[in-house]
Nanobody, 121 residues
Framework: VQLQASGGGLVQDGGSLRLSCAAS????????MGWFRQAPGKEREFVAGIGWSSGVTDYADSVKGRFTTSRDNAKNTMYLQMNSPKPEDTAVYFC???????????????WGQGTQVTVSS
C-alpha cells in the first residue's frame, strides 16, 4: 500500500483545512487508518484514527471537537477536516494504515510521506 498525504499549507488560527490521504496499490477498505503529526523537536503523536468501516473513530484529546476524520472507501481516500486550528497544531501530518485501530505507531504498517500544516496566529 502506498499512501500520499496532501492538503497541507498555511492556515490562520480559527480557519479550516482539509487533509487527504490517497492510497494506491491495494484497497483500503479492510484497513484501519490513522493520522499522526510531528512538530519540530517533538515526537510523533497520534491525532485521529478511523476503523475500516467508518463506524469507529478515535481522537486525541487535544483535537477532539475540532478535527474530524472520515474515509471514502470507494475512492480509497481518508480525510482529516481541521476546524479552528491553533498554532500548536503546526506540524507535519502523516497518514497511516494498519490492521487494527490504535494510538501507537506500531499499530500501523504503512505510512505516507507527510504534509506540512502551519497555523498562524
Amino acid at each position: 500500500v502506498q499512501l500520499q498525504a496532501s492538503g497541507g499549507g498555511l492556515v490562520q488560527d480559527g480557519g479550516s483545512l482539509r487533509l487527504s490521504c490517497a492510497a494506491s496499490g491495494r484497497t483500503l477498505s479492510r484497513y484501519a487508518m490513522g493520522w499522526f503529526r510531528q512538530a519540530p523537536g517533538k515526537e510523533r503523536e497520534f491525532v485521529a484514527g478511523i476503523g475500516w468501516s467508518s463506524g469507529v473513530t478515535d481522537y486525541a484529546d487535544s483535537v477532539k471537537g475540532r478535527f474530524t476524520t472520515s474515509r471514502d472507501n470507494a475512492k480509497n481516500t481518508m480525510y482529516l477536516q481541521m476546524n479552528s486550528p491553533k498554532p500548536e497544531d503546526t506540524a507535519v501530518y502523516f497518514c497511516a494504515a494498519g490492521r487494527t485501530l490504535g494510538r501507537t505507531q506500531s499499530a500501523y504498517e504503512y505510512w505516507g510521506q507527510g504534509t506540512q500544516v502551519t497555523v498562524s496566529s
